[in-house]
C-alpha cells in the first residue's frame, strides 16, 4: 500500500509539474518577435496574399504566393460589441476588435484583436464568387462603399453596411454585412443583379486566411496538451463531428470534400472564426497552403444561374468573437429541421471532456447564483466533495485504520530487520487478521485526478472565466494568485492532511513526502488561482472529514481496550 500511494504521489506531482510548463508555455511570458528576412523593424513590408482559394482542378486558379495584400479604402464599423474594418479591396473583414475583452485585465481599453491584416498575425475573413465564365466578383476585385463609418446607435437593433462591384456587362453585385446588436454574428447577403444579355452563373465561397503562429516548445505533456490549446482549422459536417485540420494537414495536402449542413472555422485559446453557409446545400470544403506560412479553409456552394433581368441573394454568416458555449449553442441553422450546428465544440476541453462538461455545467448554475465565478468553483467543490463523500469516507476509514496499526508496523519492522520480504509478508498477514484493505487510502487521489487535470482545462479553455475576478487580492481566476496566498495555504491544508495519514514505513519515501507540500505549493503559485481555489477547498473539507472518521476510529479503539481491560469477565473491575 505505501509504495501505491507513494507512486500515485509522485504521479500527482508529474502531472501538476507538467501542467505548470503547459500553463507557462500557453500564458508566461513571451519571447519577442523575430524581425523577418527582408522585413523593416518597423514591420513595414508587403502583406501576403491568398491567391488560390480552392484546389486547381475547382477553381483554375494558381496561388501566387509574395503577392502583396492590397488596400483600399476602409469602412470601420462599430457596434456595441466590436469594432470591424472591412477593406474594400475584396470587401475583406480585415480587422475585429472584441470591446469587451481586453488583452490584459489592466489595459481594459486595449481590446482583443481577433481578425488583423497585420504581417505576423494575418488573420482575415474573405467572400466571393467564382465562375468558368468570368464576370464575377471574388476578394480581389474593388467594391464601392457610400459611406466610410457606420455605427450602432442606442435603440438600433441592426446596422446595415453595403459595399457594391459592377462590371461594364450590367452585373451588379451589393455585398451586404448586418451587425446585430450585442451579437457576435455577422450576416452577409450578395445580391446579383443580372441586367447582362446572358445568363449568369456563379459560386459564392466563404473562407478565413491565416498565418500559421510560431510553433511552441515545450514538454511532453505539452505535447498533448496542444489538443486543448489547439490553434488551426477546423471542418464540422454531421457526418465527421469537429475535425480539426491543422497547419501541418494544409501543407500535406489540400483538402477537398464534399457534404452539408458543415461549417468551417479557425480557432484559438478563447476565440474563434467560423463561417456558416446556407444549411441543406451541397458545400465544397476546402483548404489551400499558400507558401508553407499562410493557410486558407474555406466552403464553397453549388453553382446558381440568374437568368437575365432578375435578382438573387446568396447568403452566409461568419462568426466572429468569444467560445461562449451557451452563445454558440443558439445558434440555429439557416433551415428548420437541419442538423444542429454544435459550435459549443468549439470550447474544446481535450480528451476529459466527459468530465470537464459537467465540472463547467455545475459551476455555471452557481455562477448564476451568486453572479461570481470563484463562488462557482467553491460551492461546485463542495457538491462534488458530497457526490465522493462515502468513497472518501471508507477510504479515510482505512486510513485511519492503518494509522491504528502504525505502532504494530513498527515492532514488525524491528523484528525482522532488513529482511523486506519477510517484513512485507508479516504485514500482509496483519493486514488481512485486522480486515484492513491497505489499497482503500489510495481512492481519494484516483478519483481526483480526472477532476484535477479536467478543471485545468476548463479555465484554460472556458472563456466565461477568463479575467473572472473571485474576492480580495484575487481578481482573475484564470491566472496566478498575485500574492501566492492560496499557494501557500495549499501547502500548508496538504501538511496538515499528510499528518492524518498513516506514515510510511520506508524512510526514504517517509522523506520524499515530508518535501511534497513544498513541492506543490511551488508548483501551484504558477497555476491559475480558480484552480488552487478548487484544491484549498477540497483539501478543507478532507481535512474535516479525514479528522471527525479518525477520532472516530481512534474513539471506538479505545473504547474497546478500556471494555476489554477492565469490563466484566476480564478481572479487572466488578459487575
Same mark, same amino acid.
Given at each position: 500500500?505505501?509504495?501505491?500511494? *507513494?507512486?500515485?504521489?509522485?504521479?500527482?506531482?508529474?502531472?501538476?509539474?507538467?501542467?505548470?510548463?503547459?500553463?507557462?508555455?500557453?500564458? %508566461?511570458?513571451?519571447?519577442?518577435?523575430?524581425?523577418?528576412?527582408?522585413?523593416?523593424?518597423?514591420?513595414?513590408?508587403?502583406?501576403?496574399?491568398?491567391?488560390?482559394?480552392?484546389?486547381?482542378?475547382?477553381?483554375?486558379?494558381?496561388?501566387?504566393?509574395?503577392?502583396?495584400?492590397?488596400?483600399?479604402?476602409?469602412?470601420?464599423?462599430?457596434?456595441?460589441?466590436?469594432?470591424?474594418?472591412?477593406?474594400?479591396?475584396?470587401?475583406?473583414?480585415?480587422?475585429?476588435?472584441?470591446?469587451? !475583452?481586453?488583452?490584459?485585465?489592466?489595459?481594459?481599453d486595449?481590446?482583443?484583436?481577433?481578425l488583423?491584416?497585420?504581417?505576423q498575425?494575418?488573420?482575415?475573413?474573405?467572400?466571393?464568387?467564382?465562375?468558368?465564365?468570368?464576370?464575377?466578383?471574388?476578394?480581389?476585385?474593388?467594391?464601392?462603399?457610400a459611406?466610410?463609418?457606420?455605427?450602432?446607435?442606442n %435603440?438600433?437593433?441592426?446596422?446595415?453596411?453595403?459595399?457594391?462591384?459592377?462590371?461594364?456587362?450590367?452585373i451588379?453585385?451589393?455585398?451586404? !454585412?448586418? *451587425?446585430?446588436?450585442?451579437?457576435?454574428?455577422?450576416?452577409?447577403?450578395?445580391?446579383?443583379?443580372?441586367?447582362?444579355?446572358?445568363?449568369?452563373?456563379?459560386?459564392?465561397?466563404?473562407?478565413?486566411?491565416?498565418?500559421?503562429?510560431?510553433?511552441?516548445?515545450g514538454?511532453?505533456?505539452?505535447?498533448?496538451?496542444?489538443?486543448?490549446? /489547439?490553434?488551426?482549422?477546423?471542418?464540422?459536417?454531421?457526418?465527421?463531428?469537429?475535425?480539426?485540420?491543422?497547419?501541418?494537414?494544409?501543407?500535406?495536402?489540400?483538402?477537398?470534400?464534399?457534404?452539408?449542413?458543415?461549417?468551417?472555422?479557425?480557432?484559438?485559446? /478563447?476565440?474563434?472564426a467560423?463561417?456558416?453557409?446556407?444549411?441543406?446545400?451541397?458545400?465544397?470544403f476546402?483548404?489551400?497552403?499558400?507558401?508553407?506560412?499562410? !493557410?486558407?479553409?474555406g466552403?464553397?456552394e453549388?453553382?446558381?444561374?440568374?437568368?437575365? @433581368?432578375?435578382?438573387?441573394?446568396?447568403?452566409?454568416?461568419? /462568426?466572429?468573437?468569444?467560445?461562449?458555449?451557451?452563445?454558440?449553442?443558439?445558434?440555429?441553422?439557416?433551415?428548420?429541421?437541419?442538423?444542429?450546428?454544435?459550435?459549443?465544440?468549439?470550447?474544446?476541453?481535450?480528451?476529459?471532456?466527459?468530465?470537464?462538461?459537467?465540472?463547467?455545467?455545475?459551476?455555471?448554475? *452557481?455562477?448564476?447564483?451568486?453572479?461570481?465565478?470563484?463562488?462557482?468553483?467553491?460551492?461546485?467543490?463542495?457538491?462534488?466533495?458530497?457526490?465522493? !463523500?462515502?468513497?472518501?469516507?471508507?477510504?479515510?476509514? =482505512?486510513?485511519?485504520?492503518?494509522?491504528?496499526?502504525?505502532?504494530?508496523?513498527?515492532?514488525?519492522?524491528?523484528?525482522? %530487520?532488513?529482511?523486506?520480504?519477510?517484513?512485507?509478508?508479516?504485514?500482509?498477514?496483519?493486514?488481512?487478521?485486522?480486515?484492513v484493505?491497505?489499497?482503500?487510502?489510495?481512492?481519494?487521489?484516483?478519483?481526483?485526478?480526472?477532476?484535477?487535470?479536467?478543471?485545468?482545462?476548463?479555465?484554460?479553455?472556458?472563456?466565461?472565466?477568463?479575467?473572472?475576478?473571485?474576492?480580495?487580492?484575487?481578481?482573475?481566476?484564470?491566472?496566478?494568485?498575485? /500574492?501566492?496566498?492560496?499557494?501557500?495555504?495549499?501547502?500548508?491544508?496538504?501538511?496538515?492532511?499528510?499528518?492524518?495519514?498513516?506514515?510510511?514505513?520506508?524512510?526514504?519515501?517517509?522523506?520524499?513526502?515530508?518535501?511534497?507540500?513544498?513541492?506543490?505549493?511551488?508548483? *501551484?503559485?504558477?497555476?491559475? =488561482?480558480?484552480?488552487?481555489?478548487?484544491?484549498?477547498?477540497?483539501?478543507?473539507?478532507s481535512?474535516?472529514?479525514?479528522?471527525?472518521?479518525?477520532?472516530?476510529?481512534?474513539?471506538r479503539?479505545?473504547?474497546?481496550?478500556?471494555?476489554?481491560?477492565?469490563?466484566? @469477565?476480564?478481572?479487572?473491575? =466488578?459487575?
Amino acid at each position: 500500500m505505501d509504495n501505491l500511494r *507513494f507512486v500515485l504521489f509522485v504521479l500527482f506531482a508529474y502531472l501538476s509539474y507538467e501542467l505548470w510548463l503547459a500553463w507557462q508555455e500557453d500564458y %508566461g511570458p513571451k519571447p519577442p518577435i523575430a524581425v523577418v528576412a527582408g522585413q523593416s523593424p518597423t514591420g513595414a513590408t508587403a502583406k501576403p496574399n491568398p491567391l488560390g482559394t480552392q484546389t486547381q482542378a475547382v477553381t483554375n486558379a494558381s496561388a501566387v504566393a509574395g503577392d502583396a495584400l492590397k488596400e483600399g479604402q476602409r469602412i470601420t464599423v462599430a457596434t456595441d460589441v466590436m469594432k470591424v474594418e472591412i477593406d474594400a479591396n475584396g470587401g475583406d473583414i480585415r480587422e475585429i476588435d472584441l470591446n469587451a !475583452y481586453p488583452k490584459e485585465k489592466v489595459k481594459p481599453d486595449d481590446p482583443v484583436r481577433l481578425l488583423s491584416d497585420e504581417p505576423q498575425q494575418l488573420f482575415v475573413s474573405q467572400s466571393g464568387f467564382i465562375s468558368d465564365g468570368g464576370g464575377v466578383p471574388n476578394h480581389h476585385s474593388v467594391w464601392k462603399a457610400a459611406q466610410t463609418d457606420y455605427k450602432l446607435g442606442n %435603440g438600433q437593433e441592426e446596422l446595415r453596411v453595403p459595399l457594391t462591384w459592377t462590371n461594364d456587362k450590367g452585373i451588379t453585385v451589393t455585398k451586404t !454585412y448586418v *451587425f446585430k446588436k450585442g451579437s457576435y454574428l455577422i450576416e452577409m447577403e450578395q445580391q446579383v443583379d443580372n441586367q447582362s444579355p446572358a445568363v449568369w452563373q456563379g459560386r459564392q465561397y466563404t473562407q478565413l486566411q491565416r498565418k500559421q503562429p510560431e510553433k511552441k516548445t515545450g514538454s511532453a505533456f505539452s505535447a498533448s496538451s496542444a489538443d486543448r490549446a /489547439y490553434i488551426g482549422g477546423v471542418l464540422h459536417t454531421p457526418e465527421n463531428k469537429y475535425e480539426k485540420i491543422t497547419f501541418d494537414n494544409m501543407k500535406d495536402k489540400d483538402l477537398s470534400q464534399d457534404g452539408k449542413n458543415g461549417w468551417v472555422a479557425m480557432i484559438q485559446h /478563447y476565440f474563434m472564426a467560423a463561417w456558416i453557409p446556407p444549411a441543406q446545400e451541397e458545400l465544397h470544403f476546402y483548404t489551400k497552403s499558400l507558401d508553407d506560412q499562410h !493557410y486558407v479553409i474555406g466552403a464553397m456552394e453549388p453553382t446558381t444561374e440568374v437568368a437575365q @433581368g432578375q435578382t438573387t441573394v446568396f447568403k452566409s454568416r461568419l /462568426y466572429a468573437g468569444p467560445k461562449l458555449q451557451r452563445v454558440l449553442e443558439d445558434i440555429k441553422p439557416s433551415v428548420e429541421g437541419a442538423p444542429l450546428l454544435d459550435l459549443q465544440l468549439t470550447e474544446d476541453f481535450g480528451k476529459l471532456t466527459i468530465f470537464a462538461q459537467p465540472v463547467f455545467w455545475l459551476i455555471e448554475q *452557481f455562477y448564476k447564483i451568486f453572479n461570481n465565478w470563484g463562488w462557482g468553483i467553491v460551492f461546485a467543490t463542495i457538491v462534488i466533495k458530497a457526490l465522493f !463523500y462515502k468513497l472518501s469516507e471508507s477510504s479515510y476509514r =482505512s486510513m485511519a485504520n492503518m494509522r491504528k496499526l502504525q505502532p504494530k508496523l513498527t515492532a514488525l519492522k524491528e523484528v525482522h %530487520g532488513a529482511d523486506k520480504q519477510a517484513f512485507n509478508q508479516a504485514m500482509m498477514d496483519l493486514y488481512r487478521k485486522e480486515k484492513v484493505n491497505p489499497l482503500g487510502g489510495c481512492l481519494p487521489i484516483i478519483v481526483q485526478m480526472p477532476v484535477f487535470i479536467a478543471l485545468y482545462w476548463v479555465l484554460s479553455e472556458a472563456v466565461e472565466l477568463r479575467q473572472a475576478p473571485f474576492i480580495f487580492w484575487i481578481q482573475d481566476l484564470s491566472a496566478r494568485d498575485p /500574492y501566492f496566498i492560496l499557494p501557500l495555504i495549499y501547502g500548508v491544508s496538504m501538511f496538515i492532511q499528510q499528518q492524518l495519514n498513516p506514515q510510511p514505513q520506508d524512510p526514504i519515501q517517509a522523506q520524499v513526502m515530508k518535501w511534497f507540500p513544498i513541492m506543490f505549493t511551488f508548483f *501551484f503559485a504558477f497555476f491559475p =488561482s480558480g484552480l488552487v481555489l478548487y484544491w484549498v477547498v477540497n483539501n478543507i473539507l478532507s481535512i474535516i472529514q479525514q479528522a471527525y472518521i479518525t477520532k472516530q476510529v481512534e474513539g471506538r479503539s479505545a473504547l474497546f481496550v478500556r471494555g476489554g481491560t477492565t469490563g466484566p @469477565g476480564t478481572g479487572g473491575g =466488578s459487575a
